[in-house]
């Protein structure tokens, strides 16, 4: 069994920056895709961003694309999202996911707040 501990949320102003951690247990990080998400309330799980094993390869929601980051290091089983120029419509509980057959695995989830 794998567990994701998300690390890094808090309070920010608008235009603010935050980096969030997601570290990994096990041996299986650097093998797999690993993605953020987040949840607003009353609002549908929206990914953020994911990352191959790899590296190579990273993609991003339109919403974040540009001021959003997302990288890994599979020697720390730690997947960052550094988030620069942040907006109030940014605030949500921002989750890790590590992608495998069947069902992913999850983090708990930090919370960050954008605003003033």
């Known amino acids: 069994q794998v567990q994701l501990m998300e690390s890094g949320g808090g309070l920010v102003q608008p235009g603010g920056s935050l980096r969030l951690s997601c570290t990994a247990s096990?041996?299986?990080?650097?093998?797999?895709?690993m993605k953020w998400y987040r949840q607003s309330p009353g609002q549908a799980r929206e990914m953020v961003a994911s990352i191959s094993s790899n590296s190579v390869t990273t993609e991003y929601s339109p919403s974040v694309k540009g001021r959003f980051t997302i990288s890994r290091d599979n020697a720390k089983n730690t997947v960052y999202l550094q988030m620069n120029n942040l907006k109030p419509e940014d605030t949500a509980v921002y989750y890790c996911s590590m992608v495998r057959p069947g069902e992913d695995y999850w983090g708990q989830g930090t919370r960050v707040t954008v605003s003033r």
């Open positions: 096990g041996n299986m990080f650097s093998l797999r895709m």
